[in-house]
């Protein structure tokens, strides 16, 4: 889990940190390195995303040998699409947003996983949006209560990819903090859910006696 923050060290700025790093080409080149070790897992995803076309190809009775073919040919596809998507965030990912100046911030910089933009004018972002959903069990549910938050900064053209908080994270003051720092010029928005985990439904008993009634005679049949 990510941990959201706002950055008040540099007294000209005030940054909302949205993810560790960024603002070099270092930190992209390490972070887009660090995809080499999951290119095998991303090429076993895209053997058994094609698991169906294999299913195909035997019954059509094309045998093992094209099977194996297509099998490595999506296998390669997934490891290249995986890679470059992740390099993709490594150099252009959003890692922190720069308001300057503090008191009364009137441009935005866009600190990237690679370098540091230009300062724009604030209304590049729309809005700020915290989601705080709790699904809590249902009585006799041996599941513990689940508790997800988001945050997603939502820009002019297109938004942020949304950073996951952890459960514990104090929504209430962040949402107070970045509305006291941005606001009137950034609208920042809470959004609290509480629901309850749905119920299962209960068995059927008169079901379960049917099928079991209708196994035995199947057996007492084959007899």
């Known amino acids: 889990m990510q941990t959201v923050g706002v950055d008040r060290s540099n007294p000209d700025v005030i940054d909302l940190v949205l993810r560790e790093g960024g603002g070099s080409l270092r930190h992209a080149a390490k972070g887009s390195l660090g995809m080499a070790r999951a290119v095998p897992l991303l090429a076993a995803i895209g053997v058994l995303c094609a698991l169906p076309a294999y299913i195909v190809m035997l019954l059509a009775g ?42 009364t911030p009137a441009t935005v910089t866009l600190v990237r996983g690679t370098r540091t933009g230009r300062p724009r004018p604030l209304t590049t972002v729309r809005r700020i949006r915290i989601d705080h959903s709790t699904e809590e069990p249902y009585d006799g549910d041996p599941l513990p209560e689940s508790v997800t938050v988001t ?73």
Do not use: M, N
Not at 193 to 217: E, F, Y
């Open 62 to 103: 094309t045998g093992w040998g094209p099977v194996w073919t297509v099998a490595g040919i999506a296998g390669a596809v997934g490891a290249v699409l995986g890679a470059a998507a992740g390099v993709y965030l490594a150099f252009l990912d959003v890692h922190r947003l720069r308001f300057s100046p503090a008191t």
């Open 151 to 223: 945050l997603t900064v939502h820009l002019r053209h297109g938004r942020t990819r949304s950073t996951s908080l952890s459960p514990a994270t104090d929504t209430t003051a962040l949402h107070r903090e970045l509305h006291q720092a941005l606001t009137p010029g950034i609208q920042v928005d809470l959004f609290v859910r509480h629901h309850r985990r749905p119920k299962p439904p209960p068995q059927d008993p008169h079901r379960r006696i049917s099928l079991d009634g209708v196994g035995r005679g199947t057996g007492a049949g084959g007899c």
